[in-house]
């Protein structure tokens, strides 16, 4: 089954700059949403962005789609040590009339103070 | 608190005991799914159910494992003859109607398999 795949598998930055993470995904999708998951924790949806759209931004978040490369990217802009978390893209699979999402391995974000 | 919640928490069992983990999902939300977790990964899908109706197991979801939702309303997840590859992150999340809507997410029962 599809998943999609983030890059970089982890990413360190000072407090202030900026991060980005991207996602790549194998097959033809309508939506694509990112999540993010502080240590132990549950996941938290932070955006949803569909297929007839290139951009979309929430706050500090910026994420663009990009369906002829298959590619997503996750943009935070003026990081926080609270943005310290591990990010995940998450794509549509559909089988036999059900929907459900398959997430990737994540970006383990550490902003430092 | 109105959001997903999970029950226990923390789980630590040894191998061939029983267990069993429940959901409670946002109230008005028809879609409840179970995924798995382990370090380093992802969530990995498990199961899903629309009201009670379960619509889909993962192969990953082995015959020890079996989920229900009576009632539409809460889930468990049980896992028989546990054995210590279960040890993982179990996460319970819903969502509402429509295909394609933001999945809202538990904290999670941590199992820990001796």
């Known amino acids: 089954s599809q998943q999609g795949e983030e890059d970089p598998q982890a990413l360190s930055i000072q407090e202030g700059e900026n991060a980005t993470m991207n996602c790549s995904y194998k097959t033809s999708i309508n939506n694509l949403q990112w999540y993010r998951q502080n240590s132990g924790r549950g996941l938290v949806h932070l955006i949803l962005?569909?297929?007839?759209?290139r951009e979309k931004h929430s706050g500090r978040l910026r994420v663009t789609l990009d369906t002829s490369k298959k590619s997503s990217s996750l943009l935070i802009t003026a990081s926080r040590a609270a943005d310290t978390a591990s990010y995940f893209c998450a794509t549509p699979e559909s089988t036999s009339g059900t929907y459900k999402y398959i997430f990737g391995t994540g970006t383990r974000l550490k902003v430092l103070a | 608190d109105t959001g997903v919640s999970q029950d226990p928490r923390h789980k630590i069992t040894k191998r061939g005991q029983n267990v069993t983990f429940r959901c409670d999902p946002i109230?008005?939300?028809?879609?409840l799914y179970w995924y798995r977790q382990t370090l380093g990964q992802g969530p990995e899908f498990l199961t899903y159910f629309q009201n009670e109706a379960q619509l889909e197991k993962s192969r990953l979801l082995s015959d020890r494992f079996s989920a229900e939702r009576p009632k539409g309303s809460f889930s468990t997840l049980e896992i028989q003859r546990t054995e210590q590859g279960d040890s993982a992150m179990y996460l319970c999340a819903s969502s509402l109607g429509a295909v394609q809507e933001t999945q809202y997410f538990g904290p999670g029962t941590r199992l820990l398999v001796l």
């Open positions: 962005i569909r297929s007839n759209e």
């Open positions: 109230s008005e939300h028809n879609r």
